[in-house]
């Protein structure tokens, strides 16, 4: 839990809402901005010379997505929390950064107020995820992991080797870059082994991955 005034780092590529999120939450006595960043590669230096108390994070950035910003940030910061900024709540975005250790989001069109709230419930520790989706992901989650098992796996060595990338919580594009295969190959592999795996969404494959005990 922070102490004392709360350490921001903002960052998001488009220049007006980065000013609007200083001016916000500049003006309020219990935060102090300790820098911005607009890209994933700086939002990982400027957290590690800053070292905030919470990152604001933009989904999606110039050079990646802020997921990918949020695990590098917490695997070196694990005590700072990440709030995820999205335009709208995608469930698949959402859960990938939960997985990432994000706080949770909040919503680009919330008021002033709610996001001011959503920042002081992630300095403070708390999960800024709604109850309706956290009783879903921790549901899919337990019977996942319950023994309802799947058949043996009719995944070819190659869906293996994305399905154990994904249980780290790649990307697309990173599981692209360990494999050597275009970003659309990989999204191509990911629709079909789900739909072998007879699952919906990512999360249900790092949970099946992680009870089989696949690793890259």
């Excluded at 939960?98 to 002033?112: D, E, M, T």
């Excluded at 959503?118 to 319950?146: C, E, I, K, N």
Aim: charged share 25%; hydrophobic share 40%.
């Amino acid at each position: 839990m922070a102490t004392g005034r709360v350490r921001l780092l903002i960052v998001d590529d488009h220049e007006v809402v980065r000013l609007g999120l200083r001016a916000l939450l500049g003006s309020r006595p219990e935060f102090e901005i300790v820098g911005d960043a607009t890209t994933v590669s700086q939002a990982v230096a400027t957290a590690e010379m800053s070292q905030p108390d919470v990152v604001i994070m933009d989904v999606r950035l110039p050079d990646g997505t802020g997921v990918e910003a949020c695990r590098e940030i917490k695997a070196s910061r694990p005590q700072t929390q990440v709030v995820m900024l999205t335009s709208y709540a995608d469930a698949e975005a959402v859960e990938a950064s939960v997985i990432a250790g994000a706080a949770g989001y909040v919503l680009k069109g919330s008021s002033a107020s709610d996001l001011i709230r959503a920042v002081q419930v992630a300095a403070s520790g708390g999960s800024l995820l709604d109850p309706v989706v956290t009783a879903r992901l921790l549901d899919r989650f337990r019977r996942l992991t319950s023994g309802d098992d799947h058949p043996s796996d009719p995944l070819t060595p190659q869906e293996q080797r994305v399905l154990a990338l994904i249980a780290e919580g790649r990307t697309n594009r990173e599981i692209g870059q360990v494999l050597h295969i275009s970003e659309k190959t990989v999204k191509n592999y990911v629709t079909t082994l789900l739909a072998k795996l007879q699952l919906r969404r990512r999360t249900e494959a790092a949970a099946y991955a992680a009870r089989r005990g696949i690793r890259p």
